[in-house]
């Protein structure tokens, strides 16, 4: 059965069924991909109450906030800080684990794996003040459509699996250009342009044909970006290996048995790179692991010089950098800029634009294209029939 399929044209092989397999994907991640274009805004819109603060310093006492919600929740561990925006009137949203066991001194830390996947509680806290300002479950709906955006809700394995997703959906791409050049090559003008006043079932084909042919380069760049990103140490690695670029040991530091303070951690990292706001924190579980500072600068880019400073939780001392102005071009691309090539952020508001138009777009090909296969489905069962009873016709005669 699929062998026929496949004498009709691999291409048209390749666009009519595996795009009915990934229809209900494409479309899933149509409509994430839509809302992930804007979702801080549309997470900050919905819930204003959580995200608003009084004006507070660009670097406020992280180990107030600290202590607060520590002493507040005493049985959780705080995983990471994620802000939303670089506003001064935000407040500071902190992500924390489920209640945890209480170790000889200390809560017991050895369950949690991956920190997404550990998280339970986002708690909110006004910068300026230390209080809390409030408090929801970390999995909102919004935060489940992120996952499935970038994971398919399975931390780790899932992403190597929506690699795999996106590489057929990029050979699909490529394969739905190669049908749309062969059918208007003729009648570009045509082929681009819908009319209102078409019955509904052929105003429906150029919805899918015509929306298509115009997001057909932007979904494609997006599929495969999402392709490279999943594989992103793998293809880094290999990308390395093949410029010959060797990176330097591991910094060595002596055994610490306490952590430094969140401030002075905090500091060392904007020492390192004075201009910058810290944007996400991500908190070690032990003196001897290191925290995690990730840096906006504001005499620069941040879609290319996006930085990430790695401090030692017991010592304080800097042991590792990510730095697009002091490390190979590869690390870089890997590390975040195809990120922001995906999600837009290289061209701004145009680029916001045309990801949240691409994602529409996206979402609106499964059930156009599913309406179009089916409706044909009477004529190729036809045809096909015809074909079976010519051939059986012909050895009858033989």
């Not at 929801?136 to 499935?148: A, C, G, L």
Request: charged share 20%.
């Amino acid at each position: 059965m699929l062998l026929h399929r496949w004498k009709e044209g691999p291409w048209i092989f390749f666009h009519r069924y595996i795009g009915l397999l990934l229809g209900i994907w494409v479309f899933a991640v149509g409509v994430t991909g839509t809302v992930m274009a804007n979702y801080r805004q549309i997470d900050a819109f919905l819930n204003a109450e959580l995200f608003v603060a009084t004006d507070s310093p660009r670097h406020p006492n992280l180990d107030a906030i600290l202590t607060t919600i520590n002493a507040a929740y005493p049985d959780r561990f705080v995983l990471s800080l994620d802000r939303y925006f670089l506003s001064r009137d935000e407040s500071y949203p902190f992500i924390l684990s489920e209640p945890m066991p209480m170790g000889a001194s200390s809560l017991d830390l050895t369950s949690i794996g991956n920190y997404e996947s550990a998280a339970s509680l986002e708690v909110f806290v006004d910068p300026r003040t230390a209080m809390i300002v409030g408090t929801r479950p970390y999995w909102t709906w919004i935060k489940v459509m992120r996952n499935f955006h970038r994971e398919l809700l399975f931390p780790g394995e899932g992403r190597k699996f929506l690699g795999a997703l996106a590489i057929m959906l990029f050979l699909t791409c490529i394969a739905a250009g190669v049908l749309w050049w062969r059918q208007s090559r003729g009648r570009i003008k045509r082929a681009l342009s819908v009319r209102l006043s078409s019955s509904g079932p052929r105003l429906i084909r150029d919805t899918h044909t015509v929306f298509g042919a115009y997001a057909l380069v932007v979904i494609g760049w997006l599929s495969l970006t999402a392709a490279l990103i999943c594989y992103e140490t793998p293809l880094r690695n290999l990308a390395n290996a093949i410029i010959g670029e060797q990176h330097s040991a591991p910094i060595s530091v002596p055994a610490a048995s306490s952590f430094v303070s969140l401030n002075t951690a905090r500091d060392v990292a904007l020492a390192e790179y004075p201009n910058s706001d810290v944007v996400l924190i991500r908190m070690a579980k032990t003196p001897q692991g290191r925290m995690v500072f990730r840096l906006y600068p504001d005499d620069e880019p941040i879609s290319i010089y996006t930085r990430q400073v790695y401090v030692h939780a017991g010592t304080g001392q800097i042991v590792g950098r990510f730095d697009p102005a002091r490390q190979p071009w590869t690390d870089s691309l890997f590390g975040v800029w195809l990120i922001w090539f995906h999600n837009g952020g290289m061209l701004g508001l145009p680029g916001n634009i045309l990801n949240v138009a691409a994602g529409l777009i996206l979402a609106s090909l499964f059930p156009t294209g599913i309406y179009i296969w089916w409706r044909k489905r009477p004529a190729r069962i036809r045809r096909r029939t015809t074909v079976r009873e010519s051939h059986e016709t012909s050895a009858a005669v033989k």
